[in-house]
């Protein structure tokens, strides 16, 4: 394939997004007409992908391929097979009734263009995910369906409970989306490559790897979190918030069936095993009979839909389990019958809701006047859902039946989940189309009569193409099973469909009983769903609210740990610090022997007898104790006076011993560094009023001792244990060597500082013009308050985060705020205010805390 | 004679780490200057003591005649304790703003950037 | 002279003009600083004048950039001293593209503060102050000298202090103290560390510590790796010592925190690479194990906090720190893929949480409150920063095809090619991470553009303007462009992370002087 | 601290110390001394000049705003490690230059500029932080 071909399968991919970008642009112009204007996107992939058709048959499946990130070895590649063309012709097809549909569903609403381009974003991206060949590629399309499903579903954001279906979606699909990224990732780890045109033919590379496990369990997550299977359902009924055509588009006939694209594509080299059939069947039924008689239970027409997509989904989940290639054709076919019925019937739903301002089937009757041609619609999208000839949905079901009559356990009890599933289904299809439309006329909200062409051409379209597909079933069988089902299983597969039905096999009666039994459950129907709703009082709970339940607990329990973590005490955030400093001197030294280089050794022997008081003039102790003098009265000061006094002493020290061990630069500098900080603290002090005292409490003064003392014994020790090796002096060498020959400076510091090490201090001054600027800024800052010149500091002082409730440090500098802004105003008060009471105080006196009330 | 001066850099550091600890701004000042020259004195031992002999070449020399003081760990410490001190001067002056300001010397009831009684996250969507 | 009698004490090759743009953006940025703090009272000059020294900075930085990629790490040691002795610029793909990165952000926050500031702020220094900030960052990316880095730290932090007051309200005061001392506690066991590792290796050139550092006391090399590790790790945000992070970026103005959330904590996590799996690498697997805690802890922690808080920039400044845990889990599997991914979430995250700092101080001028539960209907009203924060909540998760999925998918894939507990514990993290930063990210969402039902006690006093929104456009097509077509980040990352692991080439461009250790 | 004999002396020890801080910071290449030292002694010296008479009054007789300076400073150091561009060396690669004046020989380099350079940083800055400090209502800044 050429060039061409490369770029026009991408363009499908991304053509809705561009249209998308453009949508509410477009809108702008073509107000009534956006619906009609924007849906020849779609229309013009359908036509394309139409032609694509022929090749495919031809030659099995057409590649193409992008360049992406060369440097990582990924490619923008894409393959149409007949798997991915099924999919992508439902997806542009229906794609473009819906979006003819939004148009007039959502006709005068303010947001139109956006919802317009959500919609074609999220149709573009499930063309990418069905096109692809890259497993990257799928999945950023993967993610991408449901970050425009997250969009979609909340669209009517005012409500809360739109709101909670569309984070609900996010967060389940989310959680699959990273199992499936980890697991194309572990695949691509034990194939080599990215590409799953490339992974046929290498099953044994994935099921015979120890990792298998791993990689089922990652595919059936995302699978099973995408498609809505039981026990992760729950989402999906709650993603029918969304407007009518996106529950339509996204919720029936196509994202959801996302995950069941995975599990087909992945059939040739994930599937076959025990573990794989096993789950995907045991899943799959529970799913179906759990989601039909979910759908029995509501009364709601939406609902009723949304449930029973759960059921179908469960359906063909429990079919690619299945595996057989009867079981595969049904899959296939079933996918097309319910994409289409599904859709054609949630429209219809849609134009019920849109005309006569209800859902409920209890509300609605005797329809079929009013809108006739919506309720032949329904009646066409009923068939199939019935599964009565001449709809595609009856091969589906006779496909499906066939092998299942064995004498194995299993196949049986399969067949047994088969039919219930289908008679459920067919019953709520029966209801669906039935209750609104025939019966007694009810009155409604708005006084109904027939939709508009726009709400009528998608339900139209589809009904009558379920049916044309039945009656052209051989062209069917040909053009779009086989091909399917080849690509599915890797094997090649003959359709055998034909209207010719033979009577004398078991499979036709067992398509009858479950006619008879879905008219049994038609006429008990009522009674059913008094059961069931008695049966989900009863049991209190559903996955829905666990979901609710985990999620506020995941949001009480990070506001619990958050506050514990963040809990704003900076002397606790000390404490972690030396703590984690004091871990990290004591272990290398102790656990990791560094002690072991202060130790005595075993040559040494008579070690006792070699050790000697350090040789040091007195002096020089004379000096160290002055320093420890010094540090001992900071400690030990009465008041702050004698403490800063204290710190000249033991800065005076060590600018003595600079001076001792010949580095008068350093002591000189030391000494004036001293004695401006002294100047500088004293000139702040004057100004404070502050409490002298240390009051810590015996337990933090027993704690922070020990920190500190465990610290300065680290520090201490690996110091010694750095002293105990030899110093490699080069770079001290050269300077000296150098200095005064090539650098002409006699002061080998000085010229350190200024040429061999000239860049440091570049750095350093420039570390001191910013702490000046800075200060400039923190002290230009005490202008604001005073400019207005009242005595309460307005407004801006105080953080915006709480108006009302007090803030804490404000409350507790009320009863003084005064004579603190009044510091300011006046010039430089000679004597300390008066006596402030010392916010010492515990807190909860201060701070009066009314927390304000959430704005849940 | 270096054991002794890495005791005393341990006697710095514990007591700097100690006055840290303690809640109040100005006496965490002080630790931090303690502590800052309880960093510079070891910087001063990793580089081995030397007695008395500055580095400093005398007249007429190309190099000093015996055995002098390291001479990189004093223009490090030289540059360390510029730094110490320009920031040694803006925690100061931020103390004694935060002290006009909120009226607190006490770090523990400054709680303005994470108040205390911060509200739970909403239980909602 | 006598030069002559020491041949080998300077470098003899001639260094040519170009070879400059290794230390010109350090030294405009220093001088620059210089300069507008001369003119900060002339209003007006001090924006031109900044803008104008950034774009230098930017165009020498690009072209340094693409010298490295043409010829490999470029190295230029100050005072023409041979290496080790004199102090060492040296720039490698990371380094050069994560100071690109920084100054390009830079760029953008000037213009977005230049709307932001009201005009009776003028001549507080501010453009001097970023321009410092810029210079440490520049010069901690580039230097190849450990106590060099030291004095950037520096630079950097004593501007970033007078940028968090600027204005100087209660809050940002208090913010001040716990960023201020707990910040100076971190580069003080930085400077503790220099020295012991001074003691026992006698150098301070990144290249010379690599040689001898094995011909030292392991467990003191430990010991001392172990204090960096704490001291980058408090620069950086990580769990436990990340407390003064959310205490701290969401008092001062939003361009400023904008500023300091894409560049400050990348400094720090970007030294703790450079020093543990450049420098010491053998001490690196001795902390392997306290690496990977650390990462996990980081990776889970960080989101809650983001999903438990209601002022909208601490929440920002929790999904800042789970960006750190990423970069942490890369740092603790060294392979290329691991650090490849660090590197490039680095790089992301510089761009991204800098745009969800700027997005949120939109949204605080839009609705007038800083607080999530009292905004409300913003996707009815303004639709270009409902696009605008989505697309950055989503990039910080690591929602493809945006720039923050390909750094996850790195890391992720290192993980999981480790084969073994510790990267599956990892690659767990990592995307436990993304699911908690999707739910924190979709609840943002949901309560401050999707609930309508909120009225604002007071209208907003300014909505954000055009050059607001020019700012953070240019970084929204950035980081989108980026995502769409990552194929140069994977190129720099590749041969990035390549001299990371295996340091040959980066050593080499220092051209040490031959000297036995 | 306001005392006559304060202020009367308080203008001698001042010019004495910025004339010896001056002396302190030329010698530093080959003494004991150096910018840094010669910084803060002058610093010391406004303190106290400060101490004596009026921030505001120190901040007139020093003409130029005390930041500028510090600012002046840095552009100072960082141009003399500029020049070394134009005779293909690296940054801060020091030049030397020996005039002849008057038949005594003067070394001026780059190091000699850079030096200056700190000791007006050090001087600007702290003169600037503590004149800020001793005035009490933040004008000016």
Known sequence: ?856 | ?125 | ?517 | MNTVIFRTIAPLIVSTMLVFSVYVCLRGHNEPGGGFIGGLIAASAIAVLGMASSAAEVRRALRFDPLSIAGFGVLLAGSSGMLSIFNGNPFLTSIWLYLDIAGSVVPLSTPMLFDIGVYLVVFGTLASVVLALESEDGENL
């Open chain 2, 1 to 125: 004679m270096d054991y002794v001066i890495a005791a005393l850099v341990g006697c710095f550091v514990a007591l700097g780490i100690y006055m840290l600890l303690s809640r109040s701004l100005i006496r965490m000042l002080l630790g931090i200057i303690v502590l800052g020259n309880g960093v510079n004195l070891l910087i001063f031992t990793a580089g081995r003591l030397t007695r008395e002999i500055a580095p400093i070449v005398p007249r007429g020399l190309d190099t000093p005649a015996g055995a002098i003081a390291n001479p990189l760990p004093q223009a490090l410490i030289l540059t360390a304790i510029v730094i110490g001190f320009a920031m040694f001067c803006f925690l100061l002056v931020l103390a004694y703003r935060t002290y006009q300001a909120l009226d607190a010397d006490n770090t523990d009831t400054m709680r303005v950037a994470e108040p205390e009684h911060a509200p739970n996250p909403p239980l909602s969507y």
């Open chain 1, 1 to 856: 394939m050429g060039p061409d071909i490369d770029a026009s399968i991408a363009l499908v991919a991304i053509a809705p997004f561009v249209a998308a970008a453009l949508a509410p642009l477009i809108h702008r112009f073509t107000k009534p007409l956006s619906g009609w204007v924007l849906a020849l996107v779609p229309a013009a992939i359908f036509v394309f992908l139409v032609t694509l058709i022929e090749p495919v048959l031809a030659t099995g499946a057409i590649p193409a391929r992008i360049g992406w990130v060369p440097a990582y070895g990924l490619d923008l590649s894409f393959f149409i097979d007949g798997l991915s063309l099924t999919f992508a012709l439902t997806i542009s097809g229906i794609g473009t009734l819906i979006v003819i549909y939004s148009g007039a569903y959502l006709a005068g609403h303010p947001h139109l263009g956006r919802f317009l381009a959500f919609l074609l974003a999220f149709m573009g991206a499930m063309l990418g995910l069905v096109l692809a060949d890259n497993m990257l590629g799928l999945f950023v399309f993967w993610e991408l369906t449901a970050i425009t499903s997250f969009l979609l579903i909340g669209f009517d954001a005012v409500r809360a409970a739109a709101r909670r279906g569309a984070i609900q979606a996010l967060v389940i699909t989310n959680i699959g989306g990273m199992a499936l990224l980890a697991g194309v990732i572990l695949v691509q780890q034990l194939t080599g490559t990215w590409e799953l045109s490339e992974l046929r033919g290498m099953e044994d590379a994935v099921r015979g790897h120890g990792l298998y496990g791993l990689v089922l369990a990652c595919f059936i997550i995302a699978a099973f979190t995408k498609s809505a299977q039981f026990p992760l359902h729950f989402w999906l009924p709650n993603a029918m918030e969304a407007p009518t055509p996106v529950s339509a588009f996204l919720h029936s006939a196509t994202m959801v069936q996302a995950g069941v694209y995975l599990l087909a594509r992945a059939t040739p080299w994930l599937g076959g095993t025990v573990a794989w059939t096993t789950i995907l069947v045991c899943f799959g039924g529970v799913t179906l009979i759990w989601g039909a008689l979910g759908s029995l239970r509501q009364t709601d027409l939406k609902q009723m839909l949304a449930q029973s997509t759960i059921a179908s989904l469960g359906l063909l989940v429990l079919l690619i389990g299945l595996g057989t290639q009867t079981a595969i054709a049904g899959m296939v076919i079933y996918f097309v019958a319910h994409a289409l019925y599904k859709a054609g019937l949630f429209m219809v739903v849609g134009a019920i809701d849109h005309e006569a301002g209800t859902r409920e089937i209890t509300a609605l009757g005797g329809l079929s006047g009013k809108m006739p041609v919506t309720f032949a619609a329904a009646i066409l999208a009923g068939l199939s859902m019935f599964g009565l000839p001449p709809a595609i949905a009856f091969f589906a079901k006779e496909e499906m039946y066939l092998n299942l009559l064995s004498p194995h356990w299993q196949d049986l009890s399969v067949l047994a989940v088969l039919i219930a599933g289908n008679a459920l289904l067919a019953a709520v299809g029966a209801l669906v189309v039935i209750k609104p439309f025939l019966g007694p006329a009810m009155p409604t909200p708005k006084s109904a009569h027939e939709a508009s062409v726009g709400l009528l051409a998608g339900p139209v379209i589809l009904g009558l193409a379920g049916i044309a597909t039945a009656l052209l079933v051989g062209w069917f069988g040909h053009t779009v099973l086989e091909p399917a089902a080849t690509a599915i299983l890797n094997e090649p597969v003959e359709s055998h469909l034909t209207w010719a039905i033979d009577f004398t096999k078991p499979v036709v009666w067992l398509s009858v009983a479950t006619w008879v039994l879905a008219g049994l459950v038609y006429r008990y129907a009522t009674t059913i769903r008094t059961l069931l709703r008695r049966f989900e009082t009863r049991l209190g709970w559903t996955a829905d609210t666990v979901f609710d339940a985990v999620m506020f607990g995941l949001i009480r329990f990070s506001g619990s740990v958050t506050r514990v973590l963040h809990h704003g005490r900076l002397e606790l955030y000390l404490v972690t610090v030396f703590s984690l400093m004091a871990l990290a001197l004591m272990v290398p030294l102790f656990a990791l022997g560094g002690i072991n280089a202060l130790l005595p050794t075993a040559e040494l022997g008579n070690w006792a007898a070699q050790l000697r008081w350090p040789h040091l003039a007195p002096y020089e102790w004379g000096v160290i104790i002055l320093a420890l003098a010094g540090l001992g009265a900071i400690v030990a000061a009465p008041n702050r006076l004698y403490s800063i006094l204290a710190l000249g002493v033991q800065g005076t020290a060590v600018a003595l011993i600079f001076l001792l061990f010949g580095a008068p630069d350093l002591a000189f500098t030391q000494l004036m560094v001293e004695i401006l900080s002294v100047v500088i603290l004293a000139l702040v002090m004057t100004r404070l009023n502050l409490d002298e005292r240390d009051h810590r409490p015996f337990e933090d003064w027993a704690r922070d001792g020990t920190l500190a003392l465990v610290c300065g014994a680290g520090v201490s020790l690996l110091l010694m244990v750095v002293l105990s090796g030899t110093l490699d002096t080069r770079l001290s060498d050269f300077f000296i060597a150098t200095s005064v020959p090539i650098a002409h400076g006699a002061n080998i510091v000085n010229v350190i500082l200024v040429d061999f090490r000239g860049f440091d201090t570049l750095g350093e001054i420039s570390v001191l013009m910013a702490a000046g600027i800075s200060i400039m800024v923190l002290l230009r800052s005490r202008r604001a308050p005073v400019a207005v010149g009242s005595p309460v500091p307005p407004a801006p002082i105080a953080p915006k985060i709480k108006p009302e409730p007090t803030q804490p440090a404000r409350a507790a500098a009320a009863p003084s705020a005064k004579s603190t802004v009044k510091g300011r105003a006046k010039p430089a008060p000679k004597k300390p205010a008066p006596k402030k009471p010392a916010p010492k105080k515990p807190a909860s006196e201060k701070q009066a805390p009314k927390s304000p009330s959430s704005v849940a």
């Open chain 3, 1 to 517: 002279m006598a030069a002559e009698n020491l041949p080998t004490a300077m470098i003899e090759t001639v260094t040519r003009v170009a070879d400059w743009v290794i230390v010109l953006p350090m030294a405009l940025a220093l001088m620059g600083a210089a300069l507008l703090l001369i003119v900060r009272k002339s209003a007006g000059l001090g924006f031109v004048l900044a803008l104008l020294v950034v774009t230098g900075i930017i165009a020498c930085e690009t072209s340094l950039l693409m010298r490295v990629a043409e010829f490999g790490p470029q190295s230029m040691t100050m005072g023409k001293w041979l290496p080790p002795f004199g102090i060492s610029f040296t720039a490698d793909l990371f380094g050069a593209s994560f100071a690109l990165a920084a100054s390009v952000v830079t760029l953008i926050v000037l213009v977005y503060a230049e709307a932001d500031r009201p005009p009776e702020v003028a001549g507080d220094g501010f453009y001097a102050l970023v321009l410092l900030l810029l210079a440490g960052v520049t010069g901690s990316f580039l230097t190849g000298d450990l106590f060099n880095l030291y004095v950037w730290f520096e630079v950097m932090l004593i501007s970033s202090f007078g940028l968090m007051v600027i204005g100087g309200t209660p809050m940002q005061l208090d913010a001040a103290v716990k960023y201020g001392f707990l910040n100076f506690l971190a580069t003080t066991i930085f400077l503790l560390s220099l020295g012991l590792l001074y003691g026992l290796l006698g150098t301070l050139n990144m290249a010379d510590i690599l040689r001898v550092a094995p011909l030292a006391n392991p467990a003191a090399m430990v010991g001392v790796a172990a204090l960096m590790l704490l001291a980058f790790g408090m620069k950086a945000a990580a769990f436990p010592v990340n407390t003064w992070l959310p205490a701290s970026y969401h008092a001062p103005p939003a361009a400023i925190s904008a500023l300091m959330a894409g560049l400050l904590t990348k400094v720090g996590i970007y030294a703790l690479l450079r020093t543990l799996v450049v420098v010491l690498p053998a001490t690196r697997d001795v902390l392997e194990p306290v690496l990977v805690l650390v990462a996990v802890a980081t990776l889970v922690l960080a989101p809650l906090g983001a999903i438990a808080e209601t002022n909208l920039r601490r929440a920002m400044g929790f999904v800042v720190i789970g960006g750190i845990g990423a970069v942490l889990a890369g740092i603790a599997m060294p392979s290329l893929g691991g650090v490849g991914g660090a590197g490039m979430y680095i790089f992301h995250a510089m761009l991204t949480m800098t745009a969800l700092y700027l997005v949120a101080g939109m949204i605080e001028k839009q609705t007038g409150e800083t607080d999530s539960r009292r905004m409300g209907g913003l996707y009815g009203t303004s639709a270009p920063l409902s696009i605008l924060f989505l697309v950055f909540m989503f990039g910080a998760a690591g929602v493809p095809p945006l720039l923050g999925f390909w750094p996850k998918l790195l890391l992720i894939e290192a993980g999981l090619d480790q084969g073994d507990a510790v990267g599956g514990l990892l690659v767990v993290a990592l995307l436990v991470n993304a699911v908690l930063t999707i739910i924190a990210g979709s609840r943002l969402w949901a309560h401050i553009f999707w609930r309508a039902d909120f009225t604002p006690e007071a209208p907003p006093a300014a909505p954000p303007g055009g050059l607001h929104y020019l700012a953070i456009g240019v970084l929204a097509v950035l980081i989108v462009a980026a995502g769409l077509w990552p194929n140069p980040l994977f190129e720099v990352v590749r041969v990035g992370a390549g001299d990371m692991i295996d340091s040959a080439r980066y050593t080499d461009a220092f051209g040490l002087a031959e000297v036995t250790p």
